[in-house]
């Protein structure tokens, strides 16, 4: 859990080779938009490209949730499009799948529900 909270908070300040230090080197990376990603260095600039093009975004954690060798985060997406300046604020969900302390494997949902029913836990 510790380690899910530090993550955001190194995403938020723009600190992403701390962020990327709790990631394993083969870490997989599932989005909602984007596609699947492995490894790392992808994962690094998929989220610079993020910072880049998006004017503030962040993630606001409103749950966490401890599921064993996986945490399930309830967060809101923050910030706008730089250009279109059009306002992120939805509520999603993403699990982070441990293994010795490193992140191995990171999925986006579209809500809480997902995530649990992923995880094999009751809503």
């Known amino acids: ?4 909270r530090a993550g955001v908070a190194a995403y938020n300040r723009g ?3 701390a962020l990327l230090a709790r990631y394993d080197p083969e870490v ?14 992808a994962i690094g600039r998929l989220m610079a490209e993020n910072q880049d093009n998006l004017s503030g975004y962040r993630y606001e954690i409103e749950e966490l949730i401890d599921a064993g060798d996986t945490v399930i985060g309830v967060v809101h997406l923050r910030g706008a499009g730089r250009v279109s300046q059009i306002e992120l604020g939805d509520l999603i969900a993403i699990s982070l799948t441990f293994r010795n302390g490193l992140v191995i494997r ?3 949902f579209r809500n809480k529900a997902e995530a649990l029913e ?3 836990l009751p809503e």
Do not use: H, P, S
């Open 15 to 17: 600190d992403l080779d």
């Open 28 to 41: 997989e990376f599932v989005t909602l938009l984007l596609g699947n990603y492995r490894g790392k260095e």
């Open 118 to 120: 992923a995880a094999g």
């Open 106 to 108: 990171q999925q986006t």
């Open 1 to 4: 859990m510790e380690i899910a």
